[in-house]
């Protein structure tokens, strides 16, 4: 990401007010380096005792993790309680990556309640799922740290206005950052699945939607409507089903002659969680699938948030509706955003 002139001065004016020059060129080197856009509030700049932190949401740093390409699910906190279990005494997350040679591993963190516990009605009100997305921002920071390092998650500075607690989660945080090291040796304690070779032919993770398979045929087939799809036969079965369908016309072509080639998909699922089809390509024998309208998927999912929508909600659209074309997707909330901004009722041919 970067930004022109006349943005940059408005992040200045902005969510760069009170920072100093050379405060400011590290938040909007943050910003441009992580994708995050600070005038959509997905990061920003706090100031304490004259110190500057930059930070953002847990979506923030599952959005960055995501788009490494290389998440691979991320776990369900695990608590350990006290005696009367109204407050987690620990928070557990893993969170799993895709190496190279198509190994997974588990990078796991623990928060401590001790050291995170901010106070307030949200931690007295939520206290499991506080506690849990400090947990998950540390293992993230653990599988990620090139993409995550400098930047904190709000749950994790939630406290930071108390100077003894906000020191604890500075140490806790590098203490957990020094727990991990590439070394390989080191790394074969975290590595889950060592017996999957290095050509890696199946993988499901439902939680992120990840699929690695081998295809078996690819068939082209068109709708009573004349619209093209692709049926893509599967070495193994997700949910009883060998078979899933491709609507988009991205790497199409490429898609039609990958008879016995492994290739990585993101999957959409239905809001029961039950898997649908096929909804993007992201590599076919090792090579990576360049995506079309990049910028315009990013203006979808500020659009998206700004309207409220839900990551699926957004997936859906995407798509069953709108033919995989993030221009469409784009001209489609920005129709509907329009509507709702002018008091006007939304036809039909807006498909949410």
């Known amino acids: 990401m970067a930004f022109s002139p006349e943005t940059v001065s408005l992040i200045k004016r902005t969510a760069g007010s009170g920072l100093s020059d050379d405060e400011f060129e590290l938040f909007l080197y943050t910003c441009e380096r992580t994708g995050l856009d600070p005038l959509a509030r997905q990061i920003y700049a706090v100031k304490r005792g004259g110190k500057m932190s930059i930070q953002t949401g847990i979506d923030g740093y599952r959005l960055i993790a995501d788009r490494t390409g290389k998440l691979a699910g991320i776990s369900d906190p695990a608590h350990t309680a006290g005696a009367d279990a109204k407050y987690p005494l620990t928070a557990s997350v893993t969170v799993k990556k895709l190496l190279p040679g198509g190994i997974i591993a588990d990078f796991a963190a623990t928060a401590r309640w001790s050291e995170y516990n901010a106070g307030g009605p949200m931690w007295a009100k939520m206290a499991f799922l506080m506690l849990g997305k400090c947990a998950e921002a540390l293992a993230l920071r653990k599988a990620f740290p090139a993409d995550l390092s400098g930047v904190y ?3 994790e500075m939630a406290q930071a206005d108390n100077a003894a607690q906000g020191d604890a989660v500075h140490a806790e945080v590098e203490r957990q950052k020094a727990a991990y090291t590439p070394d390989p040796v080191a790394q074969k304690a975290t590595i889950v699945e060592m017996q999957i070779p290095p050509e890696l032919d199946w993988s499901y993770v439902k939680s992120s939607g990840l699929l690695i398979c081998r295809v078996v045929e690819v068939t082209a087939k068109s709708t009573a409507k004349k619209r093209d799809y692709l ?13 899933a369908t491709y609507f988009h016309t991205t790497a199409r072509e490429a898609l039609l002659e990958s008879t016995g080639k492994v290739c990585k998909f993101m999957v ?3 809001k029961d969680g039950k898997f649908v089809n096929v909804d993007e390509v992201l590599e076919i024998d090792g090579v990576k699938v360049e995506k079309e309208g990049e910028s315009s998927e990013f203006k979808a999912q500020l659009l998206a948030s700004s309207l409220g929508l839900e990551a699926e909600e957004l997936r859906e659209l995407h798509g069953r509706y709108c033919h995989g074309s993030w221009d469409e997707v784009v001209t489609a909330l920005e129709t509907r955003k329009h509507a709702l901004e002018n008091v006007l009722e939304v036809g039909d041919d ?3």
């Open 231 to 243: 049926v893509i036969k599967l070495n193994n079965a997700i949910e009883g089903q060998r078979s």
């Open 268 to 270: 959409s699922m239905s």
């Open 153 to 155: 998650t709000t749950e």
């Open 350 to 352: 807006i498909p949410f």
